[in-house]
T-cell receptor, first 115, second 110 residues
Framework: NAGVTQTPKFRVLKTGQSMTLLCAQD?????MYWYRQDPGMGLRLIHY???????AKGEVPDGYNVSRLKKQNFLLGLESAAPSQTSVYFC??????????????FGPGTRLTVT | EDQVTQSPEALRLQEGESSSLNCSYT??????LFWYRQDPGKGPEFLFT???AGEEKEKERLKATLTKKESFLHITAPKPEDSATYLC???????????FGTGTRLTIIP
C-alpha cells in the first residue's frame, strides 16, 4: 500500500496563477482532509470531505476550493494564488468516526511558494 | 472552541536522558487524543490514540498517558533517531476534525 500520496512535491507560482494539488489514498478511507502548515502556526485545516461528492470548510478555507469526485482522490485548487498562500500543504485521510479507530494518516506534503 | 497547548516548544536532551513532553487540552467532549511524530520535510506520522483518562500506550521508547486535562509523552533513554517534532491533537465528539498543537521540537544529542 502506498498510503497517502501527493503531487506535486514542490511548486513555485507567480501571484495570480492557478494550480491544483492532487491527493490520493489507497486505504479505502471515507474521510479526507487538506491542511496547511506554517512556522509557529501548527497544522490548520483548509477543507475536508466525509465522503465522495461532499466537501466542507475548515478553519482557513478562503482562497481555496476542493473537489472529491472519487473516494480515493481529493483535489485542492488555488484559483488566484497570493503570497500569503506560500506554505506546506498536507493531505490526510481517515476512517469514519463511526468506526473504532479513526486516526488520520498524512501524505508527504507539497511545498508551495508564491512570488 | 477546542484548544491544544504543547510544552516545551523545544527540548534538547543528551542521549539516554529521559524526559516528558506535555500536551494540555480544552475540549467539550474528548473523542480521542492523538500523538504524531514529524521529521523535517515529511508528513506527520501517527504514533498513538488515547481515548479516556487513565489510558496508557507504549511503543519502543515512547509512552503516552492521558488525564482529563493533559497528556504526556514520556521518552525513556532516547536515541538520536528520536529527534523530531512531536505533535498532539484532539478530536471532539460529533466532530470530524482534529485540533492540533504547535508541537515540541525534540533534539537528542549523541
Amino acid at each position: 500500500n502506498a498510503g497517502v500520496t501527493q503531487t506535486p512535491k514542490f511548486r513555485v507560482l507567480k501571484t495570480g496563477q492557478s494550480m491544483t494539488l492532487l491527493c490520493a489514498q489507497d486505504m479505502n478511507h471515507e474521510y479526507m482532509y487538506w491542511y496547511r502548515q506554517d512556522p509557529g502556526m501548527g497544522l490548520r485545516l483548509i477543507h475536508y470531505s466525509v465522503g465522495e461528492g461532499t466537501t466542507a470548510k475548515g478553519e482557513v478555507p478562503d482562497g481555496y476550493n476542493v473537489s472529491r469526485l472519487k473516494k480515493q482522490n481529493f483535489l485542492l485548487g488555488l484559483e488566484s494564488a497570493a503570497p500569503s498562500q506560500t506554505s506546506v500543504y498536507f493531505c490526510a485521510s481517515s476512517y469514519s468516526i463511526a468506526r473504532s479507530s479513526y486516526e488520520q494518516y498524512f501524505g508527504p506534503g507539497t511545498r508551495l511558494t508564491v512570488t | 472552541e477546542d484548544q491544544v497547548t504543547q510544552s516545551p516548544e523545544a527540548l534538547r536532551l543528551q542521549e539516554g536522558e529521559s524526559s516528558s513532553l506535555n500536551c494540555s487540552y480544552t475540549v467539550s467532549g474528548l473523542r480521542g487524543l492523538f500523538w504524531y511524530r514529524q521529521d523535517p520535510g515529511k508528513g506527520p506520522e501517527f504514533l498513538f490514540t488515547l481515548y479516556s483518562a487513565g489510558e496508557e500506550k507504549e511503543k519502543e521508547r515512547l509512552k503516552a498517558t492521558l488525564t482529563k486535562k493533559e497528556s504526556f509523552l514520556h521518552i525513556t533513554a532516547p536515541k538520536p533517531e528520536d529527534s523530531a517534532t512531536y505533535l498532539c491533537a484532539v478530536r471532539n465528539f460529533g466532530n470530524e476534525k482534529l485540533t492540533f498543537g504547535t508541537g515540541t521540537r525534540l533534539t537528542i544529542i549523541p
